[in-house]
């Protein structure tokens, strides 16, 4: 076996599930044709038994599981995962995550994923659906009580030299955005990896004016990124 076939199992092994796009895009974008050469290397692995797919003509594109799959093909999570797995490929795209825990175990309440990207450290939680605000301020409670213990200063989520409290990255459609400024750590809410670096630039424009940005090297500086 090849080492990108055992870094594709690995990666299924990981995010549970990931589309023929997404697969593409982590492994074959340096190629001419990545669906093409994605396409040929999944219907290999598939063949030889070492990963499966949901392949209902409901779906515009396979969706791919390891085998055998720790998840349902039908469950309605499966969507999320991939989700989660998309917001890790967009923020690839303007630095490296070093690290990305799906559904780390903090107490009494699961993050959909913990990262490390950009010089901080991001919880995350990512929604398909609209979130309601009650839905939003139920999730940010969870972070506010255990805020308050005080038990993350000596979790495995934060630098033990300077523990700063993660930031709370909240992605997808809201019906309306809380206030920020009730709360004692950092919280963003976007739609998408690609708005909130958008903002980002936009915050960085205002404060230093003519500044030349570079999105794609991690050259953006802003206070999210300090830790």
Not at 61 to 88: C, E, G, M
Not at 137 to 155: A, C, D, I, P
């Amino acid at each position: 076996m090849r080492k990108r076939d055992k870094e594709i199992i690995e990666a299924l092994e990981r995010f549970k599930c990931l589309s023929r796009d997404q697969i593409a895009s982590m492994f074959f974008n340096h190629t001419k044709k990545p669906h093409t050469n994605a396409n040929f290397v999944l219907k290999r692995l598939r063949r030889d038994g070492y990963i499966t797919a949901r392949t209902d003509k409901a779906f515009q594109q396979y969706v791919y599981f390891p085998n055998p799959p720790t998840v349902k093909k039908n469950s309605q999570k499966v969507d999320h995962y991939l989700l989660i797995a998309q917001v890790y490929i967009d923020m690839m795209k303007y630095d490296v995550v070093k690290q990305y825990e799906i559904e780390p175990s903090i107490d009494d309440f699961i993050p959909d994923a913990f990262a490390r990207w950009k010089g901080s450290r991001w919880f995350i939680e990512a929604q398909n659906s609209l979130y309601t605000t009650k839905q939003t301020e139920q999730k940010l409670k969870k972070y506010l009580e255990w805020y308050q213990s005080g038990e993350w200063k000596v979790s495995r989520f934060v630098n033990q030299n300077k523990p700063i409290f993660p930031h709370v990255l909240i992605i997808g459609k809201v019906n309306k955005k809380v206030d920020v400024k009730e709360y004692p750590f950092r919280i963003a809410q976007v739609e998408s990896i690609d708005e909130f670096m958008k903002q980002i630039q936009q915050e960085e424009m205002k404060r230093v004016p003519n500044i030349k940005l570079q999105s794609n090297n991690g050259v953006l500086q802003y206070n999210f990124f300090n830790n």
